[in-house]
């Protein structure tokens, strides 16, 4: 299996959590960008594209399932993951009906997202 | 008697089954309760331990939870023993309080429900972190000053609770009884599913109670014919059971032992639960699995998340311990 | 510090511990409430037996034990009865829960020559009736394999979507919001379709595609083979088929056909039939293309009429799947049930096909004729003619004809029929209210309607439990919806042409499917008691769950009711829904002496709107020593938010002027002014059991009960805000349509919602106290603007018009 570098985007109002994201998944090699502003980063979505988006469901500005519209409305190719607060059936359902690519409910261990991650690179690679 | 009415009506068919139904299914829901605590705690500890990512949400809901289930087991406690539950809730008022104050308001600070750090402990840099390391000490304990820890309230909850679960030997239609070394077991069963059962001495095997048969079988208990020695002692032991679960009390002054477990098979609902009441010193028969809390009446101990394989064995080798030649 | 640890003043201990217990029952009783209802969603995706089916039964039956106790604490053993039937309960569920499962290696592929394709648990109905056929008829019926209902297990376990499939399906409404529900559905197809298909499987079913090769020039047709319990029911055309499909086009067609299993219809076809999930997974069958030049259907009785004695062909020209779709309209030949048949042509065909000879007819005649006889029973068998003239056999299963019964002639009548004419589906005689319904309207229609539609398309599967009889203007006899019509035994007539617009809507017809004639007005004595007992006959052995009576299912509805009783209680849903109704009765027995000190504390809460509250506060916390307290005096979070939408200006309460009339003798103001609506009148107080994060609101008015239960504080562990409402003054379809406007209201507001005709049961939980603040606010509006919506609720269309209204905030509707 070939393997390609992911251009992965986080965002979260939180900096505590961009900044323990950003090392663990850069371990691997992949090149994540954080946000802790959901504008810039759709800003920045519109200039560049990204393989996987990682964002948090509550934000205040923007939330994760606005974030989530945008991102598959611009690009169909992109996998998106929620992070959620408190994991509700509700949240869950809206963001895989409205075509998440899965969610994970915080706490998590950076291993755990590294996982869905991979996942939704096989995906891509298909 | 106090406000609360524990005791059925005499006439009341079936009076005395639903009140050992009750008391079983109530003390397993203060057990539950107990453990919910200290999965609260563990998982608050995994957290520390393997940079998790977490927020003071995480922190807020996890005392808010302890709070809840410690509210819960208070009144568990009172309604098996009404009498003296006051102190019960004065306790879990006070530790609210605190907690409310120190932790869970929004403007409290992330060190303000840190206790002066007493020995060389240092706390983490982080605010969440220092947070939730800060609050699971306050439930654990012990703290500096004589301050109430959760965990003294749960201990109290203990000792408050655990002399009504004398008795109920009467009621029992099963005998179970044999000579080991010197010592002579007699163990009176109260089937709780209630079904018709034949009365008089049983067979091990027909209990139909996954736990109790473990027991019986480490205690090396081939038949009921089948006795060693002569017996100097006995030892009188009453066991309430069902399909997985069990509790088993032993009744002499001298060996006053409350066991309560599950062998289902199913790690998560799998547990033992162990209290010994001075002078008995639990770690002289309880496996090492075991972790062991002091009260003031006792010792308490408890056993979860096993694979089935190793609570088995675990309840094996009390068999052998508690019922075989000891 | 020093000061807490003195016992504060007021702490009365009796006091407290009914106050916990009250808590604890309150707690417990939302709690059994969530286990209930994520049992019944689980009982739809776990077998019986399963862990995950008995654990949260041993559960509840604990919790509800409990219960029953602290109910017996607040009410000092008035309900002990409960125990017994409590214990009933629970011998009655060890029953049904004891047998261990039997697990075994499943194949994921299995050739339809080897044993295990007679199967039809393993390979489905379609591919087990195919593999029987081809053990008879070897030559005439092609080879092919069938990817396993084991298989489609295992893509769906390893692709993660057995849990997002459960997820995404609990609890939803299928008739509220299409659009909703159809993302959801396409969501779900989505993920199959992208999902990656396991490594064995892909090999296996290479392998013996690849086998086979040599018989499949034209490619492969796939087909759809699913499942279920009771094989009467056939998901005739729910799912779809792919034909032609080159060998390296496969592995799509299988995720394609497995996707088609989440199709709106098929969705609502399962929820609506009561099939459960984990009775219906998919088995998906590959066979050669036969390059047709005729195909279609032939019966080896006459469905329409089976003293008969004859078959029916249906023919049409190329592939069949047009006509099996509905699309065609093929030829119809008769023949008589007979080893060499001789097709006999019917007069309304007037010269012999081109496309197939009388001999082919014949011989397929002979085939099918051979069939029934070796099997036993009736069949319809697809079949095609190849370009070179071999007769294939492509299909075969049993036909259920009409019963002897339902055929008896009605007694002629002088009255002359408004329609007669069209095509019988299913013979039999209905009566019934017309619904129409056209294109994607999707509704549901009440229970007994005649169904009237243009075409019968089989989306309008989901609709036929609860017809008496369809009519159609078009559609073929031959078409997946007639197939479904047989299985239900709807009395039904196709093409009746322009003649279905003098039906009109509302009106009582009276249908002889068997004579095809309509009649206005009700025609047979005891015809509707009838239809409407076979629908309940129908949908009971649809939902004959065994847990169901036992666990889930609510008997005791009505509180008021005689019946409403510790030994009216017949499963554990009553037993949780009786001594939570008695619970809180029991706070409020003011005359009982022990109670002297509920008196004490009871105060009044003074507003400005026409409904009496009765206030218990819980912890002392509100103590101003004041009897009469206003809403500002409260400090009661989940009170103060409440009481913000219950009392927002914006909205309408028309007795307000009432109060007005406070001066008035109390007597004299509901004889005259006729009081507050509903059975609680004036002098009943609404009640009000507060604490500082807690609330705990029972209202009666305008004849339907409400209850807010909720607990808010900083933290959102133990949040929740539990919400029930029930009942109402309007007729039941009024009421229930309230319901589901409620309903979709507090979906929308991401609360879980439980609704059972006119029972709403809504939670919203561990959600943090600014969300459960603007819930509550949510609750209290609408409350008040449900308050007398069932009068309002003219039509189906209002749940959606209303709920619109009120999610933006126009209020105004609801005066």
Same mark, same amino acid.
């Given at each position: 299996m070939?393997?390609r570098k ?14 323990r ?10 090149i994540?960008?954080?946000f802790e ?12 594209p990204?393989?996987?988006?990682v964002t948090?469901i509550?934000?205040?500005?923007v ?6 519209e ?9 996998k ?13 359902r ?6 998440a690519?899965?969610?994970?409910a915080?706490p ?9 991650i ?6 891509l690679?298909? | 008697?106090?406000?609360i009415?524990?005791?059925l ?20 829901k203060?057990?539950e309760?107990?453990r ?48 003296g539950?006051e102190a019960?809730?004065?306790?879990y ?15 409290a ?17 982080e605010?969440e ?11 654990t304990?012990?703290?500096p ?11 109290l909850v ?5 002399a ?6 009467a ?12 010592t ?11 079904g018709?059962?034949k009365e008089g001495?049983?067979s091990?095997y027909?209990?139909?109670?996954r ?18 020695g002569e ?5 009188n ?20 032992l409350?066991?309560e ?5 199913h ?6 639960f162990?209290?010994?009441?001075d002078?008995?010193d639990p ?19 408890w ?6 394989q ?7 080798q009390?068999?052998?311990r ?5 | 510090?020093?000061q +807490?640890?003195k ?8 006091f407290?511990?009914?106050y916990?217990?009250l808590r604890a ?28 089916? &008995?654990?949260?039964?041993?559960r509840l ?17 008035q309900?002990?009865?409960l125990?017994?039937?409590l214990?009933?309960i ?8 004891r047998?261990?499962?039997?697990l075994?290696?499943?194949p ?5 020559d ?8 393993l390979v489905g ?13 070897p030559?005439?019926v ?13 893509f ?14 609990? +609890?939803?409404?299928?008739?509220k919001?299409?659009d909703?529900?159809?993302s ?8 199959i379709?992208?999902?990656h /298909?396991? &490594?064995?499987?892909e090999? @296996?079913?290479?392998?013996?595609a ?7 020039p034209?490619?492969w047709?796939?087909r ?18 792919s034909?032609?499909? %080159? ?7 299988y ?9 709106d219809?098929a969705?609502?076809?399962?929820i609506n ?8 997974p ?5 066979m ?13 009785? +006459?469905p329409k009429?089976?003293?008969?004695e ?11 799947d047009? #006509?099996?779709k509905?699309i065609?309209?093929g ?6 049930r ?12 007037? &010269?012999?096909?081109d496309?197939?000879s009388?001999?082919?007819?014949s ?8 069939a029934t /006889?070796? !099997?036993? !029973?009736? #069949?319809?068998? @697809?079949w ?19 019963t002897?019964?339902g055929?008896?002639e009605?007694?002629s009548?002088q @009255?002359l ?6 095509? /019988?589906?299913?013979?039999?005689r209905?009566?019934g ?12 229609i009440?229970k ?6 243009d075409q019968p ?9 609860n017809?008496?009889a ?12 007639a197939?479904l019509?047989r ?14 617009k ?5 009106k ?12 206005a007005?009700?025609?047979? %004595?005891? #015809?509707k008691?009838r239809v409407l007992s ?5 949908? &009971?052995?649809?939902k ?6 036992i ?10 009711s005689?019946?409403f009783k ?7 849903h ?11 009765r029991?706070m ?19 507003t400005?709107?026409?409904?009496k509250?009765k206030?218990l506060?819980?912890?002392g ?9 206003? %809403?500002?005096?409260?400090d009661?979070?989940?009170?103060n ?7 927002d200006p914006?909205?309408h309460?028309?007795?307000r002027?009432k ?9 004299f103001r509901?004889q ?5 609506e ?8 609404n009640?009000?059991l507060?604490?500082? +994060?807690?609330?705990? !609101? ?11 239960d909720a607990?808010?504080? %900083?933290?959102d ?16 379809e ?21 609704r059972?005709?006119?029972?709403? /049961?809504?939670w ?9 603040? @603007?819930?509550?606010e ?6 008040v603007?449900?308050?007398q919506?069932?009068m309002l ?5 209002s749940?959606?018009? !209303? ?7 126009k ?5």
């Open positions: 070939e393997e992911l251009n992965i985007m986080v965002i979260d109002d939180e900096n505590i959590v961009g900044k994201l950003k090392p663990a998944l850069e371990k691997s090699g992949d994540v960008e954080t502003d959901a504008k810039k980063a759709l800003e920045r979505f519109n200039e560049k990204f393989d996987i988006v948090d509550r934000m205040d500005e939330d994760g399932i606005e974030v989530l945008h991102v598959l409305a611009h690009s169909d190719k992109t998106v993951i929620i992070i959620t607060g408190y994991a509700t059936v509700e949240v869950a809206e963001a895989l009906a409205k075509g690519f899965d969610f994970i915080k998590f261990k950076p291993n755990d997202l590294r996982v869905v991979e996942r939704a690179a096989k995906q690679k298909n | 008697m106090g406000p009415i524990g005791r009506k005499k006439g009341f068919r079936g009076r005395e089954l639903t009140e050992a139904r009750l008391q079983f299914a109530r003390f397993r203060l057990l309760n107990t919910a605590i200290m999965n609260l705690v563990e998982d608050g500890r995994e957290k520390l331990r393997e940079e998790y990512i977490f927020d003071r949400h995480y922190v807020t809901s996890l005392l808010d939870g302890v709070l809840e289930r410690a509210g819960m087991l208070v009144f568990d406690a009172v309604v098996l023993a009404p009498e539950g019960l809730y004065l306790l008022d006070r530790l609210k309080a605190f907690a409310v104050e120190r932790f869970i308001k929004e403007e600070k992330e060190q303000s429900g840190c206790f002066t750090p007493s020995d060389t402990k240092t706390l983490p840099e605010p972190l220092r947070l939730l390391s800060c609050a699971l000490d306050w439930v304990g012990p703290l000053d004589g301050e109430p820890s959760m965990m003294d309230l749960v201990r203990f000792d408050h609770t655990i009504c679960l004398r008795g109920g030997s009621m029992a239609k099963k005998r179970l009884e044999w000579n080991r070394g010197d002579r077991h007699v163990i009176d069963v109260v089937d709780l599913e209630g018709d059962v001495p049983v091990g027909d209990l139909g109670c736990p109790l048969g473990t027991m019986i079988a480490g205690a090396g208990w081939e038949g009921p014919r089948r006795q060693e017996a100097k002692t006995t030892k032991w009453i066991a309430f059971t069902d399909k997985d679960q069990l509790s088993l009390r032993g009744t002499d002054d001298d060996n006053r409350y066991l477990a599950t062998l289902s098979g790690t998560d609902a799998d547990f033992a162990f209290f010994a009441e002078p008995l770690k002289s028969f309880l496996p090492e699995a075991f972790h062991v809390e002091k009260t003031v009446l006792g010792a308490m101990a056993n979860y998340d096993l694979p089935g190793d609570m088995e064995y675990s309840l094996s009390l068999g052998a508690l019922l075989g030649g000891m | 510090m020093e +807490d640890r016992k504060p003043l007021d702490f009365d201990y009796a407290r511990l009914r916990e217990t029952l309150m707690n417990r009783n939302v709690h059994a409430l969530q286990l209930l209802s994520d049992l019944e969603a689980d009982l739809n995706h776990f077998p019986l037996l399963d862990y995950r089916i &008995k654990r949260p039964v041993e039956l604990g919790e509800t034990l409990l219960m029953i106790q602290e109910l017996n604490l607040l009410a000092r053993n309900y002990t009865e125990y017994d039937v214990d009933q629970r011998r009655k569920t060890s029953l049904i829960l047998e261990p499962p039997a075994a290696q499943k994921l592929v299995a050739a339809l080897e044993e295990q394709s007679l199967d039809p648990a109905g379609k591919a087990s009736g195919v593999a029987s056929l081809r053990r008879l008829f030559e005439v092609p080879a092919g394999f069938t990817v396993t209902t084991a298989a489609y297990n295992m769906l376990q390893e692709n993660g979507l057995v849990e997002r499939i459960r997820l995404m399906l609990k +609890d939803l409404d299928t008739t919001d299409r909703r529900f159809s959801i559905t396409e969501s779900i197809r989505n993920m379709r992208t999902g /298909t396991p &490594k064995a499987l090999e @296996e079913l290479l392998g013996h690849e086998r086979l090769a040599a018989a499949a034209s490619g047709a796939v759809s083979s699913a499942t279920s319990e009771d094989s009467r029911f056939s998901f005739a055309g729910q799912f779809d088929t034909l032609g499909i %080159p060998t390296d086009g496969l592995i799509a067609a995720r394609q056909i497995v996707a088609s299993r989440f199709s219809r969705v609502i076809y399962r039939c009561g099939f459960r999930e984990v009775d219906t998919m088995a998906v069958l590959f050669p293309m036969i390059d047709a030049a005729a195909a279609g259907v032939i019966y080896t009785t +006459d009429d089976p003293e008969a004859r078959m029916v062909i249906n023919a049409c020209a190329g592939l069949g047009d #006509m099996v509905g065609k309209q030829d119809t030949f008769y023949m008589e007979h080893q060499s048949p001789v097709p006999a042509r019917p007069a309304t065909v007037e &010269k012999d096909p496309y197939i009388s001999d082919t007819l011989e397929i005649g002979t085939l099918a004729y051979q /006889t070796a !099997f036993g !029973f009736d #069949m319809d068998i @697809e095609a003619v190849d370009r070179q003239g071999k007769v294939w056999l492509l299909q075969g299963r049993r036909l259920y004809p009409a002897q019964e055929i008896k009605a007694r009548r @009255e029929p408004l329609i007669e004419g069209g095509v /019988t589906i299913f013979p039999g209905a009566e209210q017309v619904v129409c319904r056209r294109g994607e309207e999707l509704y549901p009440p007994g309607s005649v169904l009237v539609v398309t089989p989306e309008l599967s989901s609709l036929l439990p017809a008496a369809l009519l159609a203007s078009g559609g073929s006899p031959v078409g997946h919806l197939t019509i299985e239900f035994s709807i009395p039904s007539i196709f093409q009746l042409g322009n003649a279905v003098r039906l009109q809507e509302g009582v017809v009276s249908v002889n499917a068997t004579k095809r004639r309509i009649y007005g009700s025609r047979w %004595p005891g #015809m008691e076979r629908l309940a006959s129908a949908e &009971k052995s649809q004959d769950d065994p847990l169901n009576d666990v889930l299912a609510l008997h005791l509805t009505d509180p008021f005689s019946s510790p030994r009216g209680c017949r499963s554990i009553d037993v949780i829904r009786f001594t939570h109704e008695m619970s809180v029991q409020f027995q003011f005359g009982d002496e022990h109670n002297h000190l509920w008196k004490q504390k009871t105060r009044r809460l003074k400005k709107l026409p409904m509250f206030l506060d819980l912890e916390t509100l103590n101003s020593g004041k009897r009469d307290l206003a %809403p500002a005096d409260l009661s979070i989940p009170f938010a409440f009481w913000k939408g219950f009392s914006a909205l309460w028309p007795e002027w109060s007005e009339f406070a001066g008035l003798p109390t007597d509901e005259v002014l006729g009081g507050f509903g059975p609680r009148r004036s002098k009943d107080a009640y009000l507060l604490a500082r +994060d807690y609330l705990n !609101f029972n209202a009666r008015f305008a004849y339907h009960y409400t209850m807010v607990f808010v504080g %900083p933290g562990e133990n949040n929740y805000v539990h919400f029930r409402f029930h009942g109402g003054g309007g007729s039941k009024k009421r229930q349509r309230r319901a589901r406007f409620v309903e979709w209201v507090l979906r929308e507001k991401h609360f879980g919602v439980d059972r005709g006119d029972l709403i /049961t809504a919203l939980r561990r959600y943090p106290q600014k969300d459960s603040e @603007e819930a509550l949510m609750l209290g509006r609408l409350m603007c449900a308050r919506l069932d609720m003219r039509s189906e269309s749940v959606k018009v !209303f709920a619109q209204d009120f999610l933006n905030n209020f105004q509707a609801f005066s």
